[in-house]
């Protein structure tokens, strides 16, 4: 129901953009979140979105750098992801979340549904 996309590798400084493909859900009751593993790491939240209200939110470690968006008509969501940095470098996951309370955007654990995963590699 959730397909990632857009992952790859890329020097330090080079920006990349992730795209989430929704399907099965309506989208309008779900907000939709990027999270990051790295080896060894637990899942860290990286930027929601709500889809009714368009209302976005980021980690403090990737404010500025990356934009969260959302495709209405493709049933899409995107992460826009610029000056990157090597410690960017995880697996990048989209989920969907129905809770609408907005603390529970940044926790794994409330999430519905998780995309498969795209490798991003960022080399210094």
């Known amino acids: 129901q959730l397909q990632a996309s857009g992952g790859g590798w890329i020097q330090a400084g080079g920006s990349l953009r992730l795209s989430c493909a929704i399907s099965?859900?309506?989208?309008?009751?779900?907000?939709m979140g990027w999270f990051r593993q790295a080896p060894g790491k637990e899942r860290e939240f990286v930027s929601a979105i709500k889809w009714s209200m368009n209302n976005k939110y980021y980690a403090n470690s990737v404010k500025g750098r990356f934009t969260i968006s959302r495709d209405n008509a493709k049933n899409t969501v995107y992460l826009q992801m610029s000056s990157l940095k090597p410690e960017d470098t995880a697996v990048y996951y989209c989920?969907?979340?129905?809770?609408?309370?907005?603390?529970?955007?940044?926790?794994?654990?409330?999430?519905?549904?998780w995309g498969q995963g795209t490798q991003v590699t960022v080399s210094s």
């Open positions: 099965g859900l309506t989208v309008s009751n779900y907000g």
């Open positions: 989920g969907a979340i129905r809770s609408p309370i907005t603390s529970s955007l940044y926790q794994p654990m409330m999430y519905n549904y």
